[in-house]
Nanobody
Framework: QVQLVESGGGLVQAGDSLRLSCAAS????????MGWFRQPPGKEREFVAA????????YHADSVKGRFTISRDNAKNTVYLRMNSLKPEDTAVYYC??????????????????WGQGTQVTVSS
């Protein structure tokens, strides 16, 4: 069983920065792809970013490219999402997810096998 626990969300103003963390436990993650997704109020879940575990290959959604950065610390089994220049439209519940049999860095939430409980990010204008 895999457990994912997100932290770091909160209420910020437009233009501020936040760093989300996702701590993984229960299994080894050397072959997992880790992803961040978000669900804005009243909308569908959407892809934010993904990262391979054993090599620093990343993939960011166009909507966050240049503002958000996914990274990982293998020694701590932790994935991060650094969010700069936040906008009100970034307001959402942010979820961490793990794909245990990845074929690629997927943006499709159905490819991910494990999910955290989510952390709320609210950006005021």
């Amino acid at each position: 069983q895999v457990q994912l626990v997100e932290s770091g969300g909160g209420l910020v103003q437009a233009g501020d920065s936040l760093r989300l963390s996702c701590a993984a436990s229960g299994r080894t993650f050397s072959s997992y792809v880790m992803g961040w997704f978000r669900q804005p109020p009243g909308k569908e879940r959407e892809f934010v970013a993904a990262i391979s575990w054993s090599a620093p290959v990343t993939y960011h959604a166009d909507s966050v490219k240049g503002r958000f950065t996914i990274s990982r610390d293998n020694a701590k089994n932790t994935v991060y999402l650094r969010m700069n220049s936040l906008k009100p439209e970034d307001t959402a519940v942010y979820y961490c997810a793990a794909d245990e049999k990845p074929l690629t860095l997927s943006s499709d939430y159905r490819e991910y096998d494990y999910w955290g409980q989510g952390t709320q990010v609210t950006v005021s204008s």
